[in-house]
């Protein structure tokens, strides 16, 4: 399994990005597909979640109403549409795969199987 993120960058308080994420090596039919963050001094946290058979998600209280997570089968991505940016999302940003979770997405790092390498999102007041 490989997971390759992209996307990041830097933008000021109130604006937007979309991150993408990029799976491949294996169906994902019964997976779910994480976003993670880790700000600098701080450990990795769970940002979003969903499932790739049926598109349930799951968002850290702290995104909600801002960040929207979503999937293309067809394609094997993942998206994080990330709307009005606040300097404290600032972060690394990794997706992740939990493998033959079914549709079960859970917060903590350890049910993540695989990872991509990251990418960088600044956000500027």
């Known amino acids: 399994v490989q997971l390759q993120a992209s996307g990041g960058g830097s933008v000021q308080a109130g604006g937007s990005l979309r991150l993408s994420c990029a799976a491949s090596g294996r169906t994902f039919s019964n997976d779910v597909m994480g976003w993670f963050r880790q700000a600098p001094g701080r450990e990795r946290e769970f940002v979003a979640g969903i499932s790739w058979s049926d598109g349930r998600t799951r968002y850290a209280d702290s995104v909600k109403g801002r960040f929207t997570i979503s999937r293309d089968n067809a394609e094997n991505m993942v998206y994080l549409q990330m709307n009005s940016l606040k300097p404290e999302d600032t972060a690394v940003y990794y997706c992740?795969?939990?493998?033959?979770?079914?549709?079960?997405?859970?917060?903590?790092?350890?049910?993540?199987?695989?990872w991509g390498q990251g990418t960088q999102v600044t956000v500027s007041s």
């Open positions: 992740a795969a939990g493998l033959n979770k079914y549709g079960l997405i859970f917060r903590h790092e350890n049910e993540y199987d695989y």
